[in-house]
T-cell receptor
Framework: GENVEQHPSTLSVQEGDSAVIKCTYS??????FPWYKQELGKRPQLIID?????GEKKDQRIAVTLNKTAKHFSLHITETQPEDSAVYFC??????????FGQGTELSVKP | AAGVIQSPRHLIKEKRETATLKCYPI?????VYWYQQGPGQDPQFLIS???????DKGSIPDRFSAQQFSDYHSELNMSSLELGDSALYFC????????????FGPGTRLTVT
């Protein structure tokens, strides 16, 4: 069935360091892989997404890589800042258009 | 730019009561998705509508029902509320066939006491 595994569940880094979050999935038909940042009580905010025909995408300090053969994708945040602290969710689009989310990673950036 | 509107933003109900959550998608968006997010959990897909017809159904309890109206707004009706229904409920909309991105509303926080 449709499943996304996200690791780690918590991540603590020093300001300026890099952070990497990884997700693996099972549905080989998935073709869209968004990443969301969510602050407490707020809506998920799309920060970057990638489609299945692309292996890597970068937007300033944020990058996503996708390996369709191995069925995993990763979020990379460089030069982390305290305001990057939040919960990050990977997701994938499955047949029908709905999103299946990973379990979330609570990122803490210490000044 | 117009965003997805959800109402109410906060709702407090007692067990066994009913609740109705409303979602107004971005103008010209033809598809609406409902997600439920429990405390410390990831959003879980409930149900979706395309052009006023139910298009997909997830882990939505039989006590819940939903529909999309002629003006494309959607309502999620919840009956016989249980403590476990306390959650954030998000609505998202998109234009099918144009983009994969789903635009999330601010959510409705439902508390069942």
């Amino acid at each position: 069935g449709e499943n996304v595994e996200q690791h780690p569940s918590t991540l603590s880094v020093q300001e300026g360091d890099s952070a990497v979050i990884k997700c693996t999935y099972s549905d080989s038909a998935s073709n869209y892989f968004p990443w969301y940042k969510q602050e407490l009580g707020k809506r998920p905010q799309l920060i970057i997404d990638i489609r299945s025909n692309v292996g890597e995408k970068k937007d300033q300090r944020i990058a996503v890589t996708l390996n369709k053969t191995a069925k995993h994708f990763s979020l990379h945040i460089t030069e982390t800042q305290p305001e990057d602290s939040a919960v990050y969710f990977c997701a994938l689009r499955v047949i029908g258009g709905k999103l299946i989310f990973g379990q979330g990673t609570e990122l803490s950036v210490k000044p | 730019a117009a965003g997805v509107i959800q109402s109410p933003r906060h709702l407090i109900k007692e067990k066994r009561e009913t609740a109705t959550l409303k979602c107004y998608p971005i103008p010209r968006h033809d598809t609406v998705y409902w997600y439920q997010q429990g405390p410390g959990q990831d959003p879980q897909f409930l149900i979706s509508f395309y052009e006023k017809m139910q298009s997909d159904k997830g882990s939505i309890p039989d006590r819940f029902s939903a529909q999309q109206f002629s003006d494309y707004h959607s309502e999620l009706n919840m009956s016989s509320l249980e403590l476990g229904d306390s959650a954030l409920y998000f609505c998202a909309s998109r234009i099918t066939g144009r983009d994969y991105e789903q635009y999330f509303g601010p959510g409705t926080r439902l508390t069942v006491t």
